[in-house]
């Protein structure tokens, strides 16, 4: 079995957050090397993500922060490392990241890129840092080129690593990887994982992030209607052979976009195993 991740978001009820407390109970058994908790449009959620990231550290797990910097200033971000090193965190996704709707852009930070030079300069090697990568392109970049160009300058400034969007065409990921190649960036891109449970939030989510659903799948998940049962039965089939086929192709490991859900991430991790 190949090195997992984790990742969930921060609740917003006190029943959300034991929620979330019994799933992460269920899926420690996959010996997770880290978890990874996100952090809201603009910031909205920092403090239920630091909390939460608290709380994976005292049970044992390691965790790091989503950090996003569009509308940030260096001193909203140096003040958020500085209470990430006090906590004992050891590593940050560093993002973008998205303002919420009626914001306008502000902030001294352009880029992810930014970011990463920014943590490096003020934190020097104390936190390993992840950042986004798109097999399938980032929906705002204007071509392949300079959507790998932006990783490839996220990964100069300093980025250890990188974790991909979701995506359900292992061609895509292959053929991102041998660019990258190319280019002499040899820094390890973990595949990004979305289990299929409801085909209605996937088709927004990917519809938002632009993930691309191959047509067949779409096709499939349109004709079970509301008949969750074979929606779950089908994403596991389909997700636990694209992990098969990405494992086989030498991809690194695998984050699981959890959804702060625990069946369908272990029922693929354990067809995996098997």
């Known amino acids: 079995m190949l090195p997992i991740s984790l990742e969930f978001f921060p609740p917003k009820t006190p029943e959300g957050v034991e929620k979330l407390r019994g799933v992460r109970k269920q899926l420690y058994a996959l010996k997770p090397e880290f978890c990874s908790v996100t952090f809201g449009a603009g910031g909205s959620t920092q403090e239920g993500t630091l909390q939460s990231v608290k709380e994976i550290m005292a049970e044992g ?3 790091a922060p989503h950090l996003s910097c569009i509308g940030q200033t260096r001193e909203t971000i140096r003040d958020r490392l500085a209470a990430y090193m006090a906590a ?3 590593r940050i996704v560093a993002l973008r ?3 919420p709707s009626g914001y306008g852009i502000g902030g001294e930070f352009r880029y992810s890129s930014d970011l990463v030079a920014f943590i ?3 934190t020097g090697r104390h936190f390993h ?3 986004a990568a798109y097999p399938e392109m980032h929906p705002q970049a204007k071509s392949p080129v300079s959507d790998l160009e932006a990783f490839i300058a996220k990964v100069e400034a300093g980025a250890d690593s990188g974790i991909t969007q979701y995506f359900f065409n292992a061609d895509a990921y292959f053929r991102f990887m041998d660019e990258l190649g190319k280019r002499g960036v040899l820094v390890p891109v973990v595949a990004g994982i979305m289990p299929i449970t409801n085909s209605t939030q996937l088709m927004r989510f990917s519809d938002n992030c632009g993930a691309e659903i191959p047509r067949w799948i779409r096709t499939r998940l349109q004709n079970f209607g509301d008949d969750s049962a074979s929606i779950k039965s089908f994403g596991a089939d389909v997700v636990a052979a694209l992990c098969e086929r990405l494992r086989d192709g030498g991809a690194p490991g695998f984050h699981f976009y959890t959804m702060n859900q625990a069946t ?4 693929i991790c354990r067809r995996l195993a098997a």
């Open 61 to 63: 797990v390691a965790a």
């Open 88 to 90: 004992g965190i050891k």
């Open 97 to 99: 990241g998205d303002l």
């Open 120 to 122: 490096r300069a003020e």
């Open 129 to 131: 840092i992840e950042v």
């Open 264 to 267: 369908a991430t272990a029922e």
